[in-house]
Nanobody, 127 residues
Framework: QVQLVESGGGLVQPGGSLRLSCSASGFTSANFAIGWFRQAPGKGGEAVSCVSGSTTGTHYVDSVKGRFTISRDNAKNTVYLQMDSLRPEDTAIYYC????????????????????RGPGTQVTVSS
């Protein structure tokens, strides 16, 4: 079964850190760009970061540049998002998906693509 599953979310104080994991099964994630996205309560989905498949280039939206780092471990078929200096406005459900790193970063859609999205993990930044 082709799927992505996120883990590593939780409650953290402002200024703290979390590392999210996006584990792939049923396909080789190294062959695809993988993006991290988030959705805050009452808001639409927002792209956060993306790592290219072939070049492993990394991409970030302005709001997380210098604070978040995306990486991948192809041997583990996993993509990570290290989040430092977290702020209350980073509170959201974070999910990973097969993506186009653009810019802009976006989930890929279409019958010719492998569309995979994980269920998400909650990140809450609060004192």
């Amino acid at each position: 079964q082709v799927q992505l599953v996120e883990s590593g979310g939780g409650l953290v104080q402002p200024g703290g850190s979390l590392r999210l994991s996006c584990s792939a099964s049923g396909f080789t994630s190294a062959n695809f760009a993988i993006g991290w996205f988030r959705q805050a309560p009452g808001k639409g989905g927002e792209a956060v970061s993306c790592v290219s498949g072939s070049t492993t280039g990394t991409h970030y939206v302005d709001s997380v540049k210098g604070r978040f780092t995306i990486s991948r471990d192809n041997a583990k078929n996993t993509v990570y998002l290290q989040m430092d200096s977290l702020r209350p406005e980073d509170t959201a459900i974070y999910y990973c998906a097969t993506a186009d790193c653009g810019p802009p970063i976006r989930e890929i859609h279409g019958a010719q693509y492998l569309e995979v999205r994980g269920p998400g993990t909650q990140v809450t930044v609060s004192s």
